[in-house]
């Protein structure tokens, strides 16, 4: 029988309340890994947890707030001492931006929205980049956008975190690839999840407007995001680091 390829893994998701999160928690716990799951939600946090706990892995929940470096710094070094390593990140938690042209746009909803979208990943990055360079090298990949490779009227502030990302992602992968860390983003279209539903105004007029941006019809599921992720952290994606591969349906194909 062939050993799952996440097995003896401690695989790290942020955002893991719902949505690409939950699916790929759920995902990495299939395939062998231990997760630890950190969210600001901590209800369905914990309905992520059982529903890992379901495939038998093990799994830790943690309350986590990704703009404080302090939460952070707590749940990666809680995650080392409760399974003595770290292998993997998923840094995917995000929100997103009401529409508004740039003018209209608060400082407060502006340095918001970064914070949540692109500090976030580099604070998470401080300390899971030293914890996995202990356990001998690691694979970490940040949730960009398609939004974080074109441009797209009144989402000035969330365009311009989720590109700020896939540098920060470029970066990064250059700083630690000799040390066997490495570090790639994936960009997904629009995908099923509460935060298209907030978007969308869970309306079926706003569902079918935002769907008829998608060549393919449809929406994509938060399970196909996922298996991308599990494809850049395994040994399947052992050349790609500072890549930010694009999975939304050809949205951005002809922009």
């Known amino acids: 029988m062939t050993e799952p390829r996440f097995a003896g893994k401690v695989a790290f998701v942020t955002g893991s309340g719902s949505g690409i999160g939950r699916a790929t928690a759920i995902a990495f716990a299939a395939e062998g890994a231990t997760v630890v799951l950190a969210d600001i939600d901590t209800s369905g946090n914990e309905e992520t947890a059982r529903l890992v706990s379901g495939h038998g892995g093990k799994v830790l929940a943690l309350k986590c707030d990704v703009t404080s470096s302090q939460e952070i710094q707590a749940a990666v070094e809680q995650a080392v001492q409760e399974f003595g390593r770290l292998d993997i990140a998923f840094n995917n938690a995000g929100i997103e931006q009401p529409p508004a042209a740039l003018v209209d746009i608060s400082e407060d909803q502006w340095a918001r929205l970064l914070d949540?979208?692109?500090?976030?990943?580099?604070?998470?990055?401080?300390?899971?980049?030293?914890?996995?360079?202990?356990?001998?090298?690691?694979?970490?990949?940040?949730?960009?956008?398609?939004?974080?490779?074109?441009?797209?009227s009144g989402q000035a502030a969330y365009v311009a975190a989720k590109h700020g990302l896939i540098g920060l992602t470029k970066s990064t992968a250059l700083d630690y690839a000799s040390q066997g860390i490495r570090v790639n983003a994936i960009c997904p279209g629009i995908i099923e999840t509460p935060m298209m539903d907030r978007f969308s105004g869970g309306t079926p007029e706003g569902r079918e407007r935002v769907i008829g941006q998608e060549p393919v019809g449809r929406m994509g599921k938060p399970e196909e995001i996922a298996s991308a992720v599990l494809w850049l952290s395994s040994d399947l994606g052992s050349f790609a680091t500072g890549h930010a591969m694009v999975i939304d349906g050809g949205q951005t194909v002809g922009i």
């Open 116 to 152: 949540v979208n692109l500090r976030s990943a580099f604070l998470c990055m401080k300390y899971q980049i030293p914890a996995m360079l202990k356990s001998g090298g690691g694979s970490i990949v940040n949730t960009s956008s398609g939004a974080g490779v074109i441009g797209i």
